[in-house]
């Protein structure tokens, strides 16, 4: 087990009608001029918008609306909004949504506490100094953000998808209640679902050894999430269903399941790649990808996909030959993301690559050959190229 160091400074307030809570929270952290930030037309039609605004309002605290924030949330908008953020003299940001308006608030916040690009922390060239503070209520059980690190923002001039983490963005406060996810379609909530089981793999396979306690906290998590949503999927207003996605996807990138370990995060590189040329999914991405980086690295510790296979999947180990068992999980996996209407190839995604496709994807992904990606094994560009070929296949 490797040395770590855990905390988490967002208070989580879980559970029906926590939203109405939302003016008292921000005033406590002596917020006054609210930049609410949200989405699109589903927060509005759905009235969620209205009562933050009227529980802002009872709280004295007077607000600026920004909504517009696409899935893969774009630069240009971020950028906008910090322009409107310093024009209002915004103290507090409150994003009213998923992932991506959450990921959005956050490069909203490095830049109103920074001077300068706000593209060159995302391009690693600067370190933020600062980020103001916000808030989230959340609608989508996935992404993790609203109590993580981290923001992905997709720049929309240069088509490049970029991250960047600081304990300067963890949210304030977050608000989670389930009853917020009824009326998501149910691409959507496949999507989000992928995102949270994705989240637990890219920490799940590591070469780290004796870290029993956290494989079982994310052996048990990854369970968790596939059952219940069989049942979402049959029943999308089940409260403790969704109840159980929405706190999966929360403790799964809060950084509790990385202690002790370090995670992969290759096939978030190559899914982050895809997310900026192609502007798909996040969660579709990650299911296009995964599986052929499996195959492509299971080798490197076959034991530790036979034990995901037999611990998470269901399969029956074959002592006498376990790599047969490992490749059985990994094609397990692949057929219950297939059968939340996942793709599972990049062609079941939806497109055909060309070999110059898939070279540039793989130039973008690795810096033109000047960097690796992934932990489990090191991924240079020839073999990011391969698994962008076998994905494309």
């Given at each position: 087990?490797?040395?770590?160091?855990?905390?988490?400074?967002?208070r989580i307030l879980f559970g029906r009608g926590m939203e109405n809570r939302v003016g008292q929270e921000v005033k406590k952290r002596n917020g006054s001029r609210v930049l609410v930030h949200y989405g699109g037309?589903?927060?509005?039609?759905?009235?969620?918008l209205d009562r933050v605004c009227q529980c802002l309002e009872e709280a004295g605290l007077s607000y600026v609306l920004a909504g517009g924030v696409r899935p893969n949330p774009r630069?240009?908008?971020?950028?906008?909004?910090?322009?409107?953020?310093r024009q209002e003299k915004v103290d507090f940001i409150l994003a009213v949504g998923g992932g991506s308006?959450?990921?959005?608030?956050?490069?909203?916040?490095?830049?109103?506490?920074?001077?300068?690009?706000?593209?060159?922390?995302?391009?690693r060239k600067r370190i933020p100094a600062g980020c103001a503070p916000l808030g989230v209520i959340l609608t989508i059980a996935a992404s993790g953000s609203e109590t993580s690190d981290g923001s992905v923002v997709t720049n929309d001039r240069s088509r490049l998808k970029r991250d960047v983490g600081s304990d300067y963005a963890r949210p304030k406060f977050a608000i989670l209640n389930p009853e917020l996810t009824f009326s998501l379609p149910e691409y959507q909530t496949s999507c989000g679902t992928t995102d949270i089981l994705m989240h637990a793999m890219e920490r799940y396979f590591t070469t780290v050894h004796n870290v029993e306690l956290v494989d079982g906290f994310l052996e048990s998590l990854m369970k968790t999430v596939m059952h219940n949503f069989r049942i979402v999927l049959g029943n999308p207003a089940d409260y403790d269903a969704r109840a159980e996605l929405m706190l999966a996807g929360s403790f799964c990138h809060n950084g509790l399941l990385t202690c002790g370990r370090k995670g992969d995060w290759a096939s978030h590189a190559l899914e982050h790649e895809l997310g900026g040329m192609y502007d798909v999914a996040?969660?579709?991405g990650l299911a296009a990808v995964w599986g052929s980086w499996a195959r492509y690295v299971y080798r490197t510790d076959v034991m530790r996909f036979a034990q995901?296979?037999?611990n998470v999947m269901g399969c029956v180990m074959d002592f006498g030959q376990p790599e047969k068992t490992a490749l059985e999980g990994i094609a397990a996996m692949e057929r219950f993301m297939a059968s939340t209407g996942m793709p599972v190839s990049i062609r079941e995604l939806g497109y055909e690559l060309t070999d110059r496709d898939i070279a540039r994807l793989a130039d973008s992904c690795t810096d033109h050959g000047t960097k690796t990606v992934g932990a489990f094994r090191k991924l240079g560009r020839e073999d990011v190229e391969k698994i962008y070929k076998m994905a494309a296949e």
């Open positions: 087990m490797l040395n770590f160091e855990y905390a988490l400074p967002t037309k589903s927060a509005v039609e759905s009235g969620l630069l240009s908008r971020v950028e906008e909004c910090i322009r409107l953020a308006v959450i990921d959005s608030a956050k490069g909203i916040g490095y830049g109103l506490a920074n001077e300068g690009d706000v593209w060159e922390f995302y391009s996040h969660g579709a995901f296979a037999v």
